[in-house]
């Protein structure tokens, strides 16, 4: 009677003991499950006869890597715990990859079978290839910088260009000898005799008569207020000025009395090339010095 | 474009008489100096004011004194120092004791000739308080405007050498000058004559005493000419006639002196306008009935000059404003910078009127 009543005591305390002599039925638990590659595990109390093991070197080949988590004496025995994950799919004695930390044999000691599995089909080394999605769109950076870019190439050709012409340009007025006084005088002088000449170029046929008297007669030096002064008391130039004022000037030549006849003033400077200026000027023109002697 | 009309019903002869007895009523005390006399009446009969630089000694009140003689005017002189007040020129209220009220006591600035001596000497406000007057032609005393006497003109004058202790006039107050003439020394022979008329003075007795005659004492005070006949003058003056070709002269000038690379400033409307007054002034004081290209170039240098400044660039490089006037009237005509003494620029070149002429 009394053994019946102590039976669920007994039970209780014989299943711890029973659980602690026996740690390697639960490992079998663990080596029955596959692991996948890479994947990891552990195995913990794991009672093992003789003196302590550590883990072998491991290459670069090997197939699993293991690690002691801890390591302890347990009697004469002693009790790890494994890490372990596998590289290639198989099925692995644990103890293979451990060695006695002495160098002692290992010994005869119960497997602890571990199975790696892979899932990637059979023979597949590599990983599934990654599906081509579309290229991201850069946006409107990329599509500023071509803008800019063409820009900057097609602005710079341009300015090239124009330069160029520019400077073609320029070379060409410079190999173009300038028109002389006379040629200037020429048109004005023509509209002029045929009283055609507007008013703004009558203005400059008069100031262009007086710069070419101020040359002939050698008195671009003198002070501008002097200049008129001098070349009234000149012969002809004195008489040109003073038909020009009266024709330009004078309020009988605004209401037609006693006007200048242009075509008969402007006569002798029609229909003169530059060459004959400067001869005529050459063959007339008196000095600075003998200027006075005119008036 | 129209012509300037003239004014009608002038007497050119009887004014031109009239200029004539002035020039040679001034030259029995002043010798030579006949341009300055020459600005003088123009200034007077265009209603302008003139403003004379030159150095001190060279008979500038003389002058002044023996034309307000002359035309019997009302001569006045004040010597700007730098304590004047406006006050002092224009005049002030002061209280009269006997009676317990305000009079007004008119300054010297009433008056038809005034002489305002070494103006640059004295402060901005007083220099201010004249070039106003001269301006408006009236001034306030005490909250009352006063007009002042008609013809109104004011000879300044300023020393170009001393500028210690000046205020030099700004721009905005020289273009109110409508010329400014620079005087030169007499030519040697004037000068000669000076002296010996110098000597020759003597001494004059008065009160009792003696002095040393100066050649203020030996000013003519029957004058040749009145009011009335400046008025005339003035109106021959309006009567003269300008051309359109004289006023695109004109144009170009002032228009030259806006776009030319070495100045700043150029000439104001107001520089254009002084431009054909003066001209018209100067032709009739040369018979003329109409303005001629000679008018302009001869006048250009007084009415011109002193509205233009220079940039920085120029002066650096030592070039003054006569000299960049004298390369402007130079180029007239031409439509373009280039120099008429030679050849011209290509047309298109250098303007729109170049190529208009090609």
């Known amino acids: 009677m009394t053994s019946w009543l102590l039976l669920p005591l007994q039970l209780a305390l014989a299943l711890p003991a029973a659980s602690h002599h026996v740690p390697a039925t639960q490992e079998a638990t663990a080596q029955d499950e596959a692991i996948p590659v890479g994947v990891p595990r552990w195995s913990r109390e794991v009672v093992l006869k003789g003196t302590a093991l550590k883990v072998r070197p491991a290459d670069i080949e090997t197939p699993l890597i293991v690690r002691i988590d801890s390591d302890s004496p347990h009697g004469t025995d002693r009790r790890y715990d494994f890490e372990y994950y596998g590289l290639e799919p198989g099925t692995y004695n644990l103890l293979d990859f451990l060695q006695r930390a002495d160098g002692s044999e290992m010994g005869a000691l119960p497997p602890l079978q571990i199975r790696i599995e892979s899932h990637l089909p059979s023979g597949q080394v590599k990983p599934n290839p990654v599906t081509q999605g579309a290229t991201p769109d850069l946006g409107g950076y990329g599509r500023t910088l071509w803008i800019l870019g063409i820009g900057w190439v097609l602005g710079t050709l341009a300015w090239w260009l124009s330069r160029r012409r520019t400077v073609q340009a320029a070379r060409a007025l410079e190999d173009t000898p300038p028109p002389t006084l006379a040629e200037r005088l020429a048109p004005l002088v023509e509209r002029g005799a045929r009283g055609e000449l507007p008013l703004e170029e009558q203005a400059r046929l008069e100031l262009i008569l007086i710069a070419i008297w101020r040359k002939r007669l050698g008195i671009q030096d003198l002070p501008a207020a002097e200049v008129l002064t001098r070349l009234k008391q000149h012969e002809e130039a004195g008489i040109l000025l003073g038909e020009l004022e009266r024709w330009l000037h004078s309020p009988g030549s605004a209401d037609g009395r006693g006007a200048v006849d242009p075509a008969q003033l402007l006569a002798p400077y029609r229909n003169l090339t530059s060459e004959d200026w400067d001869r005529e000027w050459e063959a007339t023109a008196p000095g600075p010095a003998t200027l006075g002697q005119d008036g | ?358």
Not at chain 2, 142 to 164: C, D, H, K, R, Y
């Open chain 2, 1 to 358: 474009m129209s012509q300037i009309p003239p004014a009608p019903n002038a007497d050119f002869s009887q004014s031109a008489q009239f200029i004539q007895d002035v020039r040679e009523r001034i030259a029995k005390v002043v010798v030579g100096q006949d341009v300055v006399v020459e600005r003088l009446l123009i200034s007077l009969f265009t209603g302008g004011h003139i403003l004379l630089q030159g150095v001190p000694g060279i008979a500038k009140t003389l002058l002044a004194s023996a034309l307000s003689k002359a035309m019997r005017l009302d001569f006045s002189r004040i010597q700007f120092t730098i304590d004047l007040l406006p006050a002092d020129i224009l005049g002030s209220e002061i209280l009269d004791q006997s009676t317990s009220t305000f009079r007004t006591e008119k300054g010297p600035v009433f008056t038809n000739l005034l002489l305002a001596d070494e103006i640059n000497r004295a402060a901005p406000k007083v220099q201010g308080a004249l070039l106003e007057a001269m301006q408006e032609r009236k001034v306030t005393i005490g909250g009352e405007p006063f007009t002042l006497p008609a013809p109104f003109l004011v000879i300044a004058t300023q020393n170009p050498v001393e500028q210690s202790g000046t205020f030099e006039l700004p721009e905005a107050q020289l273009d109110r000058f409508m010329l400014l003439h620079r005087l030169d020394y007499p030519t040697p022979d004037e000068e000669r004559v000076i002296l010996r008329r110098n000597a020759a003075l003597g001494v004059q007795r008065r009160d009792g005493g003696a002095v040393v005659a100066t050649e203020f004492d030996v000013i003519d005070d029957s004058p040749v000419g009145g009011i009335e006949d400046i008025i005339a003058a003035m109106e021959a003056v309006q009567s003269v006639h300008v051309s359109d070709t004289f006023l695109e002269h004109v144009v170009e000038l002032v228009g030259r002196t806006r776009k030319h690379p070495d100045i700043e400033l150029g000439g104001s409307p107001r520089a254009g306008i002084s431009l054909i007054k003066a001209s018209r002034a100067r032709a009739l004081l040369f018979g003329r009935n109409y303005v001629i290209p000679e008018d302009l170039f001869a006048l250009a240098e007084d009415v011109v000059l002193h509205r233009l400044r220079l940039n920085y660039e120029a002066l650096a490089d030592g070039k003054t404003t006569a000299n960049v006037l004298q390369e402007m009237l130079a180029h007239m005509g031409s439509g373009d910078e280039a120099n008429l003494n030679g050849q011209v620029a290509a047309p298109g070149t250098n303007g729109s009127r170049a190529t208009a002429e090609a």
